[in-house]
């Protein structure tokens, strides 16, 4: 007697399969790129090192600003009205965590440069800038220090390491509140419950 298990496993294994082999082809169908030109793989290597967190959440707001209202605002397996204030949450929900996002990681990236100072730095004028306790807490010893590149990508990845710990508050102070003051913005008072009223 076959159990309803063994079917259940034989059907997912079938299933597993044909997705498997359905993503080998849309991989293998993707021709193989490799970037030959200087100037390209200079391209490549400027954008790692200038593009911080920061800068790639903004990418990401951006892109999904562009991209998942206009989702959200074709689904039609919805009412109208249900598609308008979904299209107004999510503007609200991704702007609200696009700015955030961006400017508490650009600002912990800038405050963990600004305390990870070293011997020989000078400032926006050009003048020695005097050690402390405190512009040097979180400069590092040894060879890292000595290394340009990987120095800069020591202070963005530290920066990036406070930023997410920080976020951890701020979603629940900012961005929540943020969400909702945009959504209700967006939504037009006559078309919220009650007629906008308050009650």
């Known amino acids: 007697m076959v159990s309803v298990s063994s079917i ?68 039609k ?22 700015l955030t996002g961006f ?6 990236i800038k405050a963990i440069g600004a305390w990870s ?14 050690l402390n306790k405190l512009n040097t807490f ?3 010893k040894g060879k890292l220090a000595n290394n340009p590149d990987a120095f800069e990508q020591y202070k963005n990845a530290l920066g990036t390491i406070v930023a997410l710990v920080v976020m951890m508050f701020t979603n629940f102070l900012i961005d929540a509140p943020l969400t909702k003051f945009i959504t209700n913005f967006l939504i037009d008072d006559g078309k919220k419950p009650d007629g906008g009223k308050k009650s």
Request: hydrophobic share 35%.
């Open 117 to 130: 100072k070293k011997a020989g730095d000078v400032d926006k004028a050009g003048n020695l800038i005097k």
């Open 8 to 75: 259940n496993s034989c059907v997912h294994g079938s299933v597993s399969e044909k997705i498997g082999t359905f993503g080998r082809r849309v991989y293998n169908s993707i021709p193989n790129t490799v970037f030959k030109k200087d100037y390209w793989i200079d391209k490549v290597a400027l954008m790692g090192k200038k593009c911080s967190s920061a800068e790639q959440r903004l990418i990401l707001g951006v892109t999904a600003l562009v991209t998942q209202p206009f989702i959200d605002a074709h689904n």
């Open 138 to 140: 979180f400069t590092p």
């Open 77 to 98: 397996s919805v009412d109208e009205e249900t598609r308008k204030v979904s299209v107004a949450r999510t503007i609200g929900k991704i702007i609200a965590g696009t």
């Open 103 to 108: 400017a508490i990681r650009k600002g912990c």
